[in-house]
Nanobody, 128 residues
Framework: QVQLVESGGGLVQAGGSLRLSCAAS????????MAWFRQAPGKEREFVVA????????YYGNSAKGRFTISRDNGGDTAALQMDNLKPAGPGFYYC?????????????????????WGQGTQVTVSS
């Protein structure tokens, strides 16, 4: 059974840092792109960043550029999201996702429908 399990969420002050982790199991994810999305209550899921393991490429959403860093490890089966200089925001969930189809442009990875597997999410709140 394929599972993506996120961890590391919590409450942090604006300007602080948080590191999220996503552990994938049930198959090998080295061929998959893995991504992070954020969703606030009542809002659509928003693309944060995506990473391909074999192509060694990374694509960042506008809100993540310069502040967030994604890293893959464990043969591509884990994806960590280092978030620095966090901005104030109400509660939101960060979701890890995996997609088998890869492409070489960032817009490709923004589509929620691209991803075959999703985690349950981890909640992040940034207080002002």
């Amino acid at each position: 059974q394929v599972q993506l399990v996120e961890s590391g969420g919590g409450l942090v002050q604006a300007g602080g840092s948080l590191r999220l982790s996503c552990a994938a199991s049930g198959r090998t994810f080295s061929s998959y792109a893995m991504a992070w999305f954020r969703q606030a209550p009542g809002k659509e899921r928003e693309f944060v960043v995506a990473s391909t393991w074999r192509r060694r490429t990374t694509y960042y959403g506008n809100s993540a550029k310069g502040r967030f860093t994604i890293s893959r490890d464990n043969g591509g089966d884990t994806a960590a999201l280092q978030m620095d200089n966090l901005k104030p925001a109400g509660p939101g969930f960060y979701y890890c996702a995996a997609a088998i189809h890869n492409a070489d442009y960032s817009g490709y990875y923004r589509a929620v429908g691209l991803y075959e597997y999703w985690g349950q999410g981890t909640q992040v709140t940034v207080s002002s």
